[in-house]
């Protein structure tokens, strides 16, 4: 039974036992007060008749008339005249009737009143004996009348009190709820807080929950803190704070060969002219803080146009990755701006030269850099902030133009998607679940999302492409029961009729939903995570799995995300790739699993190539694996 219920059937018990024991203390006080005035009145009634009666002639007839005037007019029940031998000289007796009062009372009362006595005298020698006895029925209405009375105050005082009692209970459910809630909600690893109540003891209950969760919630900070910096330790250049070459380059493999959006791009490199020369003038601290203004610069440019990703690529060289936006001249332009106003704040002349390209899949890191570098040098010799956009590889686009573009994906979108299959698997090789990147119909081909998506973005289709993907995916997992993995879009998150459009659609699909795997990337939390936090809150009643992909850059703010009740984290194929070579990177993710681990997070590989490589992540602690050299390791019933 419920601590609720049980205050509810304790205050029910103890008005019953008051109303109880006010009505018999009550109805018995009466009856005894009312048997008493009974009493008292039989018999001075009896000693004043008596006394009447002696003072008189003890004529039959005027004795008859006498008793029977005093019967009538007095509410009598029996009035009886004895003589000295007990013979019965007169007797008057009336009807036992009660009226306006029931039986049960009657029998449950029963009054017991002794009959008032008193000798008659005649002179000096005794008459007789008079026995008289009241009627009861005005005692049994009177008593009758005070108990409804009472019966009704105590209704009264009890709906009052039920009502108090209701507030009362409801005053102490409120946050007898929220600390199950939240003690759920440690049982889950989402360590929240509550609200203290005014009750004392639930006061210090929660006091002590809110303490635990704090330092939880503490310790995750520090933990992840320590893995950033080792992260970054690997990753970055101390100098500029972006990616070093190498991470960089890894990064860049990675976009050229996904299968999703990031397959398509642009890239930009920067070069600070003449470094040595501007050493030399500003000395070697403020030569590290232009470098670093520089590096922030690229990183904010990255920022406003999506999943940016920035590195130094050598001493001078920089370069930015913007996946999913192929527009080089918008982006250019704003590129030539910022420098613009960094070479303003130099007190010496400082060469800027910039160049970029787009890239798309299959395009060859190598090839892209030898383009950059060769546009590089010659913008370099045109002028400090001069600026070229090198040729890539010579591919035909699909369309010439953007209403082009946005009928044959409208019609596309029209027509439905396809959904690709690439296994995610556990350190036993069975299903977790399988991602299902959109393939859209183009020119007779399914095409996939690293050539459409770019398009998709400028023309303000991504709500529309991802519920097309959800309704589809919902509908596969309805028709084979297997649980599917999809991925949306920043721009679909921040959209609130999407989001509404998502939640009808689950609400309908309650059974596939809780076969469904979402994610959105890491950069769309750190950027936009009260866009997500609502996101997770209308997603939370379906039982659907959330998740993060690509973590890898902001992994130090997961302890920010202790109270969204995510599934799932799939670190970034940066910090897989290659793993076998690399005992720090193996610290690294086995620190990142064991953190996702204390707070009942899945840790998921990206990017595996091969077996050896899934398993290695396993025995660090990793969940699942998926990527290139997975798909090797699916097999029926997995």
């Given at each position: 039974?419920?601590?609720?219920k049980?205050?509810?059937?304790?205050?029910?018990?103890?008005?019953?036992?008051?109303?109880?024991?006010?009505?018999?203390?009550?109805v018995?006080?009466?009856?005894?007060?009312?048997?008493?005035?009974?009493?008292?009145?039989?018999?001075?009634?009896?000693?004043?008749?008596?006394?009447?009666?002696?003072?008189?002639?003890?004529?039959?007839?005027?004795?008859?008339?006498?008793?029977?005037?005093?019967?009538?007019?007095?509410?009598?029940?029996?009035?009886?005249?004895?003589d000295?031998?007990?013979?019965?000289?007169?007797?008057?007796?009336?009807?036992?009737?009660?009226?306006?009062?029931?039986?049960?009372?009657?029998?449950?009362?029963?009054?017991?009143?002794?009959?008032?006595?008193?000798?008659?005298?005649?002179?000096?020698?005794?008459?007789?004996?008079?026995?008289?006895?009241?009627?009861?029925?005005?005692?049994?209405?009177?008593?009758?009348?005070?108990?409804?009375?009472?019966?009704?105050?105590?209704?009264?005082?009890?709906?009052?009190?039920?009502?108090?009692?209701?507030?009362?209970?409801?005053?102490?459910?409120?946050?007898?709820?929220?600390?199950?809630?939240?003690?759920?909600?440690?049982?889950?690893?989402?360590?929240?807080?509550?609200?203290?109540?005014?009750?004392?003891?639930?006061?210090?209950?929660?006091?002590?929950?809110?303490?635990?969760?704090?330092?939880?919630?503490?310790?995750?900070?520090?933990?992840?803190?320590?893995?950033?910096?080792?992260?970054?330790?690997?990753?970055h250049?101390?100098?500029?704070?972006?990616?070093?070459?190498?991470?960089?380059?890894?990064?860049?493999r990675?976009?050229?060969?996904?299968?999703?959006?990031?397959?398509?791009?642009?890239?930009?490199m920067?070069?600070?002219?003449?470094?040595?020369?501007?050493?030399?003038?500003?000395?070697?601290a403020?030569?590290?803080?232009?470098?670093?203004?520089?590096?922030?610069?690229?990183?904010?440019?990255?920022?406003?146009?999506?999943?940016?990703?920035?590195?130094?690529?050598?001493?001078?060289?920089?370069?930015?990755?913007?996946?999913?936006?192929?527009?080089?001249?918008?982006?250019?332009?704003?590129?030539?701006?910022?420098?613009?106003?960094?070479?303003?704040?130099?007190?010496?002349?400082?060469?800027?030269?910039?160049?970029?390209?787009?890239?798309?899949?299959?395009?060859?890191?190598?090839?892209?850099?030898?383009?950059l570098?060769g546009?590089?040098?010659?913008?370099?010799?045109?002028?400090?902030?001069?600026?070229?956009?090198?040729?890539?590889?010579?591919?035909?686009p699909?369309?010439?133009?953007?209403?082009?573009?946005?009928?044959?994906?409208?019609?596309?979108?029209?027509?439905?998607?396809?959904?690709?299959?690439?296994?995610?698997?556990?350190?036993?090789?069975?299903?977790?679940?399988?991602?299902?990147?959109?393939?859209?119909?183009?020119?007779?081909?399914?095409?996939?999302?690293?050539?459409?998506?770019?398009?998709?973005?400028?023309?303000?289709?991504?709500?529309?492409?991802?519920?097309?993907?959800?309704?589809?995916?919902?509908?596969?997992?309805?028709?084979?029961?297997?649980?599917?993995?999809?991925?949306?879009?920043?721009?679909?998150?921040?959209?609130?009729?999407?989001?509404?459009?998502?939640?009808?659609?689950?609400?309908?699909?309650?059974?596939?939903?809780?076969?469904?795997?979402?994610?959105?990337?890491?950069?769309?939390?750190?950027?936009?995570?009260?866009?997500?936090?609502?996101?997770?809150?209308?997603?939370?009643?379906?039982?659907?799995?959330?998740?993060?992909?690509?973590?890898?850059?902001?992994?130090?703010?997961?302890?920010?995300?202790?109270?969204?009740?995510?599934?799932?984290?799939?670190?970034?194929a940066?910090?897989?790739?290659?793993?076998?070579?690399?005992?720090?990177?193996?610290?690294l993710?086995?620190g990142m699993?064991?953190?996702?681990?204390?707070?009942?997070?899945?840790?998921?590989?990206?990017?595996?190539?091969?077996?050896?490589?899934?398993?290695?992540?396993?025995?660090?602690?990793?969940?699942?694996?998926?990527?290139?050299g997975?798909?090797?390791?699916?097999?029926?019933?997995?």
């Amino acid at each position: 039974m419920s601590l609720i219920k049980q205050l509810w059937l304790t205050v029910i018990i103890l008005l019953l036992l008051a109303f109880g024991g006010s009505l018999f203390i009550g109805v018995t006080t009466s009856r005894g007060y009312i048997e008493q005035e009974v009493e008292i009145k039989n018999r001075d009634n009896a000693n004043a008749l008596a006394l009447t009666m002696s003072q008189m002639e003890k004529d039959p007839v005027t004795i008859g008339l006498l008793l029977a005037a005093q019967f009538d007019t007095g509410h009598y029940r029996r009035i009886e005249l004895r003589d000295p031998e007990g013979e019965i000289i007169d007797l008057r007796e009336g009807p036992e009737e009660v009226a306006d009062v029931p039986g049960w009372f009657v029998d449950l009362v029963s009054f017991e009143v002794p009959a008032g006595r008193a000798v008659i005298q005649d002179r000096w020698n005794q008459y007789g004996t008079l026995t008289l006895e009241s009627q009861h029925s005005f005692a049994y209405r009177s008593l009758w009348r005070s108990t409804l009375e009472l019966m009704g105050w105590f209704a009264l005082a009890g709906v009052l009190s039920l009502a108090l009692a209701a507030w009362i209970v409801r005053t102490i459910r409120r946050p007898l709820r929220q600390v199950v809630e939240q003690a759920r909600d440690i049982g889950d690893r989402r360590f929240t807080t509550s609200p203290e109540p005014r009750t004392r003891e639930l006061k210090e209950v929660v006091q002590a929950m809110n303490q635990l969760s704090g330092s939880v919630a503490e310790m995750l900070g520090r933990e992840s803190e320590r893995l950033d910096l080792l992260r970054k330790r690997l990753q970055h250049d101390p100098v500029s704070g972006v990616l070093n070459r190498e991470a960089f380059m890894h990064q860049l493999r990675i976009m050229l060969e996904s299968n999703n959006r990031r397959a398509t791009g642009t890239l930009l490199m920067v070069r600070v002219a003449q470094l040595g020369e501007v050493s030399e003038h500003l000395g070697h601290a403020e030569t590290d803080k232009l470098l670093h203004e520089l590096a922030q610069s690229l990183e904010q440019l990255g920022d406003i146009r999506g999943e940016g990703i920035a590195g130094r690529l050598s001493g001078t060289d920089f370069a930015l990755l913007v996946p999913a936006n192929t527009d080089t001249a918008a982006i250019g332009q704003e590129l030539t701006q910022r420098l613009a106003a960094l070479k303003e704040q130099q007190a010496i002349r400082l060469g800027l030269p910039s160049a970029l390209i787009a890239y798309a899949q299959g395009d060859r890191p190598r090839a892209l850099l030898a383009s950059l570098d060769g546009a590089l040098s010659t913008a370099e010799n045109r002028g400090d902030l001069a600026q070229l956009v090198a040729e890539g590889q010579q591919r035909l686009p699909l369309y010439q133009s953007h209403t082009e573009w946005r009928q044959a994906l409208t019609q596309a979108l029209d027509d439905g998607v396809y959904l690709g299959r690439f296994p995610v698997l556990d350190a036993e090789g069975k299903l977790l679940h399988l991602e299902c990147p959109a393939r859209l119909r183009l020119k007779g081909e399914w095409r996939p999302a690293g050539i459409f998506m770019p398009w998709i973005s400028r023309l303000g289709l991504d709500a529309r492409l991802d519920l097309a993907v959800a309704r589809e995916t919902l509908r596969e997992i309805n028709r084979h029961g297997k649980p599917l993995g999809i991925n949306l879009s920043p721009a679909s998150v921040r959209d609130g009729r999407f989001v509404m459009d998502l939640h009808g659609l689950l609400q309908g699909n309650r059974e596939a939903a809780r076969q469904l795997w979402i994610e959105v990337p890491e950069a769309m939390v750190i950027h936009d995570l009260e866009s997500f936090r609502s996101l997770c809150r209308q997603l939370q009643p379906f039982g659907c799995k959330l998740g993060l992909e690509h973590v890898g850059r902001e992994f130090r703010r997961i302890s920010d995300l202790k109270d969204l009740g995510l599934a799932y984290l799939k670190i970034d194929a940066s910090l897989v790739r290659g793993i076998g070579d690399s005992p720090e990177r193996q610290t690294l993710l086995r620190g990142m699993a064991t953190l996702c681990h204390s707070i009942g997070i899945l840790a998921i590989a990206e990017g595996v190539d091969s077996l050896q490589e899934s398993e290695l992540v396993h025995e660090l602690g990793i969940d699942g694996v998926t990527g290139p050299g997975i798909r090797q390791l699916d097999r029926p019933g997995g």
